[in-house]
């Protein structure tokens, strides 16, 4: 997934996507805002973001569990952000503002979550990794585990992208 | 999916059940009073609900596009919604508090949402209904429109029930 | 999804579309040929064909049961001939050589079946809808009944297109 | 996965079990037959299966691509056979004709599969491995490579168990 010949962006404004990614997924995206989604790191191999746990984000009012709803979001937003740290990988000749710009044409396809175990703790840890970015389509894998690295859900999700 | 030989619940008992489920959904789940979501119809052939639009559940803010998790989320509940109905349906010789009582057994196993459209407007209102009812598992189906009935997306879950 | 402006194919023209897509879809496709599938009516808003059940698509030997990956291989194989004729209709003025040239870049993205009740019978009826078709994807929803018009299993699919 | 107080089978009577999922995977279910599935290997942390390509698995006659919906029928038929594994070592104590005996009351609740690169090639090799084994629901996660390590395909599928 690396453009060997390409000019690589120098690190400075490799952390200048990385911030603008970051920014975007972690506010400009108010939905995950609202989830609460922290990144925790983007690499090209996959990335991973923190979930804590709240009152709101309930979906089981006997178990205090997690609900399905934020699962499946958390999942489909990490799958994106893997996707645009990938593009940012496959396009290293391009600017920071120019891969952010990519983002604005990317689309979820579709999204499959299956609910392994009950979600019940105070925070949650998601991975994604891309597993095809063609020129037209690209798809991530998902992982939700609770904080005892207990597998709660997998996902599966494809994009349109550009 | 009616218990023919069962003595049916009057329909004071109904409305019971159908305030209890209502209030349940829209309030104790506190995940979908996060979503704003609202029930509009209980019908045991299939439910519906309405999710206002508003800042805080845009994805695309490119677009002011509403989240794919914020539909996820409505799908899968929306489902949930239509099986807890159905389970009251099958089982219409129990008071209202043993049919709510189910949903304390109840268990999304997966979700799977195609995203068809963009989901840009004010108001959107999402349908669910029962494809399967066994003694285990339940399946359903799951639609969301704009205010102009065009599709936005289109779900499918099953559920563990009981 | 018709091309209002776009001349129109003569009904010699779409009538060897329609025989061109069929010996495709039953023969060429080798695999549909081993499953037996036969096209049953071809229409833009939907397509129909049936699958006879015989020994060698059996999974579960004890109740004669269709394999489940028969079901899957039915309803994917489908999707794709539904989309083919709603790309027929789109490009209106094309040959029906240039639209069955379109099934060369096509391609399924995912798949998914919901087994809602076992395939047991003597013979299977499978419907699919286009339920988008974009400039780059096309999503479609099938269904497979049994001889006794029950619902035997549902699914979705997106494919890319051009 | 493991029962740990219970009385494990014998080396003979695990024999015996490997080789009664084996026949039973290979040419009981009739459809796995036909697609000419060989098992690779049987570990309760996953299994493996081989699928040589021949023209009448093919999907795409241009490029000689195997259908989608062998590969479908591939990955659920192992998903099936991993959790028929995953129950034989969950059940230590019981016989081989007792384990089998669960197969007969399994079925397939659903199936996703992501198609990830073209299917080319002479010999292909499937993965799976169960990530949830309830009372109730299973569930597995499984992978189609080619011949070159290329990952072609992947897959989850949730199943009914008892």
Redesign the interface.
């Given at each position: 997934m690396t453009a060997a010949a390409a000019p690589r962006r120098s690190s400075a404004e490799q952390r200048r996507l990385d911030d603008a990614l970051t920014l975007?997924w972690e506010q400009?995206?108010?939905?995950?805002?609202?989830?609460g989604l922290k990144v925790l790191s983007l690499q090209p191999d996959g990335v991973s973001a923190r979930l804590d746990m709240r009152?709101?984000?309930?979906?089981?009012?006997?178990y205090g569990r997690l609900?399905?709803?934020?699962i499946?979001?958390?999942l489909?937003?990490l799958g994106g952000l893997a996707l645009m740290v990938a593009l940012g990988e496959k396009h290293a000749d391009e600017s920071a503002d120019q891969v952010i710009h990519r983002f604005?044409r990317m689309?979820?396809?579709?999204?499959?979550?299956?609910?392994?175990?009950?979600g019940i703790g105070s925070r949650f840890t998601a991975h994604a990794a891309v597993?095809?970015l063609g020129g037209?389509?690209g798809?991530t894998?998902m992982r939700l585990l609770d904080e005892h690295e207990l597998?709660i859900a997998?996902g599966?999700a494809?994009f349109?992208v550009s």
């Amino acid at each position: 997934m690396t453009a060997a010949a390409a000019p690589r962006r120098s690190s400075a404004e490799q952390r200048r996507l990385d911030d603008a990614l970051t920014l975007m997924w972690e506010q400009r995206i108010r939905f995950n805002q609202l989830l609460g989604l922290k990144v925790l790191s983007l690499q090209p191999d996959g990335v991973s973001a923190r979930l804590d746990m709240r009152a709101d984000l309930v979906g089981h009012y006997s178990y205090g569990r997690l609900h399905g709803g934020a699962i499946s979001a958390t999942l489909d937003a990490l799958g994106g952000l893997a996707l645009m740290v990938a593009l940012g990988e496959k396009h290293a000749d391009e600017s920071a503002d120019q891969v952010i710009h990519r983002f604005g044409r990317m689309g979820t396809i579709d999204l499959r979550v299956d609910f392994l175990r009950q979600g019940i703790g105070s925070r949650f840890t998601a991975h994604a990794a891309v597993t095809r970015l063609g020129g037209r389509i690209g798809s991530t894998q998902m992982r939700l585990l609770d904080e005892h690295e207990l597998l709660i859900a997998t996902g599966a999700a494809s994009f349109v992208v550009s």
